[in-house]
């Protein structure tokens, strides 16, 4: 059964741009989270969707937003890029709203200049 | 708030030798779940071992287990018999019903032959 899928791998952004990050689920699995994760800050939770409903939200800025869709897809968006948002952003999906494990993707490395 | 701490950054064993990393976490909650992961360089994040809190039980996966002192708030991950493959960097993990997953900076470890 295929993994967690995101695209795309790599990406590189302007400063002041916005840009969209997908995350496929294993299928049949309903909740999805977003971790950032950086060299100075280590991993942190950004948000988790279950049934197309956000969740739970970590605590960044309100350029950092996502949504899930009916087939349990998910995309998370950034607007405004700063560098400080250089990292690598990864996804896990997961059964259930808290289910114990938890599935992770190969992340999406995004380099802001 | 949930915080957990790797307090290794990095740890280094010989090949067939048996390393322990420390984690420890702190918390209010009676009612939680703890993790390591394994991030290899392809940086996808790999599930090695999980505890429930209210199993007394070190869990145990071939050559990795763990040793839980609820008490201590202490999750300590021993690799036996040490392999090539075993070196990537390792996260310590929490969660729980009601929050989402806080992780530890991580401890970088080496496999010498």
């Known amino acids: 059964k295929a993994g967690v899928t995101q695209t795309p791998r790599y990406l590189i952004k302007t400063r002041g741009q916005q840009v969209t990050l997908s995350c496929s689920p294993i299928?049949?699995?309903?909740?999805v989270s977003w971790y950032q994760q950086t060299p100075g800050q280590g991993l942190q939770f950004l948000f988790e969707?279950?049934?197309?409903?956000?969740?739970n939200k970590g605590n960044f800025p309100g350029r950092f937003s996502g949504r899930q869709f009916s087939n349990s897809r998910s995309e998370m968006n950034v607007s405004t890029l700063e560098l400080g948002d250089s990292a690598l952003y990864l996804c896990a999906s997961s059964r259930d709203l808290r289910d114990t494990e938890a599935f992770f993707g190969q992340g999406t490395r995004l380099t802001v200049v | 708030a949930q915080t957990v701490t790797q307090s290794q950054p990095e740890m280094s064993v010989q090949e067939a030798e048996t390393v322990t990393l420390s984690c420890t976490y702190d918390t209010s909650e009676s009612d939680y779940y703890l993790f390591w992961y394994k991030q290899p360089p392809s940086r996808q994040m790999i599930l090695v071992i999980r505890q429930e809190a209210y199993k007394q039980q070190n869990a145990t996966e071939n050559r990795f287990s763990v040793n839980f002192q609820k008490a201590a708030k202490s999750f300590s991950l021993k690799i036996s018999d040490s392999q090539l493959g075993d070196a990537a960097m390792y996260f310590c993990a929490y969660r729980s019903d009601l929050n989402d997953m806080r992780f530890g900076a991580g401890t970088r470890l080496t496999v010498k032959p």
């Open positions: 969707y279950f049934s197309e409903t956000q969740r």
């Open positions: 299928s049949g699995h309903r909740s």
